[in-house]
């Protein structure tokens, strides 16, 4: 009977452990949808001599596998399979200078971006 009640008293344990564990601090928010959803504010676009800003834009960010695509109100071309290195806990951040300009700084309430890349120009300063 005591080695039936110390199996149970180790299995329950056991279990606790492992449900402790899955509901670590290990789910960091930028692996997560947090940043999925609709900024608005100043937003522009240029592309040779056509050229566009909006005062009063969203833009509109979506996740596709480990990419983000970001859908520009007011006719704005859509700007499309941007990949990001996450920075502190709930910032992620796009660097690069190799084809052009691309910095784009996105939390859960605010949304900066200067991305130029093949003659093309995005800006947003937008919050949620």
């Known amino acids: 009977m005591k080695k039936i009640i110390a199996l149970v008293s180790v299995i329950c344990l056991s279990l606790v ?3 402790c564990i899955s509901c670590s601090k290990n789910d960091d928010p930028a692996d997560n949808d947090l940043f999925v959803g609709t900024y608005k504010g100043k937003i522009s676009y240029s ?6 800003s909006v005062d009063n834009g969203s833009v509109t960010v979506v996740k596709t596998g480990n990419d983000y695509y970001f859908r520009f109100s007011d006719g704005i071309e859509d700007l499309k399979g941007v990949s990001f290195k996450k920075e ?3 910032t992620l951040v796009n660097i690069d200078f190799e084809d052009g300009v691309k910095f784009i700084k996105i939390n859960a309430s605010s949304l900066t971006m200067l991305y130029t890349t093949d003659g093309k120009t995005w800006t947003a300063n937008a919050k949620r």
């Not at 592309?47 to 566009?52: A, I, L, M, S």
């Open 88 to 90: 502190g806990d709930h």
């Open 47 to 52: 592309n040779g001599d056509e050229r566009k």
């Open 17 to 19: 452990a492992f449900s």
